[in-house]
């Protein structure tokens, strides 16, 4: 067949012409159904990969109920527009979820971050992955009731109720525990001003993990030091750094709850005539893994995409296909300690570093 033929679509008639059957003949060979001997059936599929026919995906899905595609949704932001990519996070997330999908047979839809409420049911998934669904998630519940499974986090499906634990799983972190842990090597490191910069935003994530830096303040005396970013983004990371450099009693330790650049961080601290750790110790969440390159290697706090990725899908995957499996999975946060946060007889003598222009 020339390359102008393929242009044209084949149809199901144009095998049976070709194969020398009926039209039935060559469904029930392709599809895998019907009794036929396996050498016509091995005739049939011969004659359709030569033509380059393709099945038609609408009716497939009409026969089988099926569309064999995922749904990943980002929920973190929701009243600004921003792509997956943007964020180290959400960009290793949704490439794990989609090796992991298609290891399974699946293909994976990224789901608007943002958009007119129910616009996600406009799109037909046999189940879906929500990460840090908003508070009350209206994605989660609409799915849900849709009868379509979800694989989120404890809290979203709690908030829904009952339905979500025939239809729902989970994949969840104990945030809280893992910022503890953060501030406690922090304080053990010598910082007694600590700050934290976190998103405005009703994640579980981001609610989980600032009250438990406000509760540690607390049990200490010490009072909170928290700048919130408006959305997503590196630069309103680096804005919230420079607010807090600037104030008339600096911290000397500084946590990120949200993704960031590590280079430009540091560059942007250094602009301050701070030095790392020298006099400002600084422990990232994040993905990027520039961060173990830099000068000082920054210390990191990991919520492993690609983990729960693979959890998230083969919990969505033995859902559909009608296996038992666990209802959810409790992963813990991976804590790496480098020389940005290193104890004072760990640390590297101090560089001289001259102030430049905050800016």
Same mark, same amino acid.
């Given at each position: 067949?020339?390359?102008?033929?393929?242009?044209?679509?084949?149809?199901?008639?144009?095998?049976?012409?070709?194969?020398?059957?009926?039209?039935?003949? =060559?469904?029930?060979?392709?599809?895998?159904?019907?009794?036929?001997?396996?050498?016509?059936?091995?005739?049939?599929?011969?004659?359709?990969?030569?033509?380059?026919?393709?099945?038609?995906?609408?009716?497939?899905?009409?026969?089988?109920?099926?569309t064999?595609?995922l749904?990943?949704?980002?929920?973190?932001?929701?009243?600004t527009?921003?792509v997956?990519?943007?964020?180290?996070y959400?960009?290793q997330?949704?490439?794990?979820?989609?090796?992991?999908?298609?290891?399974?047979?699946?293909?994976? =839809?990224?789901?608007?971050?943002s958009?007119?409420?129910d616009?996600?049911l406009?799109?037909?998934?046999?189940?879906?992955?929500?990460?840090?669904?908003?508070?009350?998630d209206?994605?989660?519940?609409?799915f849900?009731a849709?009868?379509?499974?979800?694989?989120?986090?404890r809290?979203?499906?709690?908030?829904?109720?009952?339905?979500?634990?025939e239809?729902?799983?989970?994949?969840?972190?104990?945030?809280?525990?893992?910022?503890?842990?953060?501030?406690?090597?922090?304080?053990?490191?010598?910082?007694e001003?600590?700050?934290?910069?976190?998103?405005?935003?009703?994640?579980?994530?981001?609610?989980?993990s600032?009250?438990?830096?406000?509760?540690?303040?607390?049990?200490r005396?010490?009072?909170?030091?928290?700048?919130y970013?408006?959305?997503?983004?590196?630069?309103?990371?680096?804005?919230?750094?420079?607010?807090?450099?600037?104030?008339?009693?600096p911290?000397?330790?500084?946590?990120?709850l949200?993704? =960031?650049?590590?280079?430009?961080?540091?560059?942007?601290?250094?602009?301050?005539?701070?030095?790392?750790?020298?006099?400002?110790?600084?422990?990232c969440?994040?993905?990027?893994?520039?961060?173990?390159?830099?000068?000082?290697?920054?210390?990191?706090?990991?919520?492993?995409?690609?983990?729960?990725?693979?959890?998230?899908?083969?919990?969505?995957?033995?859902?559909?296909?009608?296996?038992?499996?666990?209802?959810?999975?409790?992963?813990?946060?991976?804590?790496?300690?480098r020389?940005?946060?290193?104890?004072?007889d760990?640390?590297?003598?101090?560089?001289? =570093?001259?102030?430049?222009?905050?800016?």
């Open positions: 067949m020339s390359q102008s033929d393929r242009s044209v679509r084949v149809r199901l008639v144009d095998v049976a012409r070709v194969a020398g059957v009926s039209k039935t003949t =060559v469904s029930d060979a392709l599809n895998g159904t019907g009794r036929l001997p396996a050498s016509t059936r091995e005739h049939v599929r011969q004659v359709a990969r030569t033509l380059g026919y393709r099945p038609n995906a609408t009716a497939r899905l009409l026969r089988s109920g099926h064999r595609l749904g990943l949704a980002a929920r973190e932001y929701v009243e527009p921003w997956y990519a943007d964020l180290a959400f960009s997330l949704a490439i794990a979820t989609t090796r992991v999908a298609l290891s399974h047979g699946y293909g994976v =839809v990224l789901l608007p971050t958009g007119p409420e616009c996600w406009d799109i037909p998934l046999d189940g879906v992955f929500v990460v840090d669904p908003v508070e009350a209206p994605m989660v519940g609409d849900l849709a009868g379509v499974p979800v694989v989120s986090d809290r979203a499906l709690a908030e829904i109720g009952s339905a979500a634990r239809t729902g799983r989970w994949v969840d972190f104990d945030y809280g525990g893992a910022v503890r842990q953060v501030l406690d090597h922090l304080e053990d490191a010598g910082a001003r600590i700050a934290v910069v976190a998103a405005e935003a009703t994640a579980c994530f981001h609610q989980q600032v009250g438990a830096y406000q509760d540690w303040c607390a049990e005396g010490r009072e909170p030091r928290i700048v970013m408006p959305g997503p983004g590196v630069q309103h990371t680096l804005d919230a750094v420079k607010d807090l450099l600037a104030a008339p009693v911290p000397d330790a500084i946590f990120t949200v993704e =960031v650049s590590p280079p430009l961080l540091l560059d942007t601290i250094r602009r301050f005539g701070r030095s790392v750790p020298g006099d400002l110790l600084l422990v969440t994040t993905e990027d893994p520039a961060a173990s390159y830099t000068d000082p290697p920054i210390s990191t706090l990991s919520f492993l995409p690609v983990e729960t990725a693979q959890v998230a899908v083969e919990l969505l995957v033995d859902r559909l296909e009608g296996r038992e499996g666990d209802p959810g999975r409790l992963l813990s946060a991976d804590f790496q300690i020389a940005s946060s290193a104890f004072p760990q640390r590297p003598p101090r560089p001289a =570093v001259s102030p430049l222009t905050p800016g």
